[in-house]
Nanobody
Framework: QVQLVESGGGLVQAGGSLRLSCAASRSALSISIMAWYRQAPGKQRELVATVARGGATTYTDSVKGRFTISRDDAKNTVYLQMNSLKPEDTAVYYC????WGVGSWGQGTQVTVSS
């Protein structure tokens, strides 16, 4: 079992930036995939970005060029740098890690972008 603690959410104006962090309670070296998801009110949870051990990344189309996912295995932490934020980015953001095929979720952090 791994515990995940997220931070960095908040209220920002459109065009602004936020950086989300998610710290894991165990070594990131054992974590194959680290990811960020988001869930807006009334919508399904969607995958935003992933980063694999070794650094390969993927992004959903709507955030490409604006968001950057990264991981620091020395700190057991995954980050999501969000730039040029839009009101449609408003959601609860969740981190997820996969260890030996088993996924674990963080508690979520609210991101609100005002127009």
């Amino acid at each position: 079992q791994v515990q995940l603690v997220e931070s960095g959410g908040g209220l920002v104006q459109a065009g602004g930036s936020l950086r989300l962090s998610c710290a894991a309670s165990r070594s990131a070296l054992s974590i194959s995939i680290m990811a960020w998801y988001r869930q807006a009110p009334g919508k399904q949870r969607e995958l935003v970005a992933t980063v694999a051990r070794g650094g390969a990344t993927t992004y959903t189309d709507s955030v490409k060029g604006r968001f950057t996912i990264s991981r620091d295995d020395a700190k057991n932490t995954v980050y999501l740098q969000m730039n040029s934020l839009k009101p449609e980015d408003t959601a609860v953001y969740y981190c997820k890690v996969v260890i030996w095929g088993v996924g674990s979720w963080g508690q979520g952090t609210q991101v609100t972008v005002s127009s």
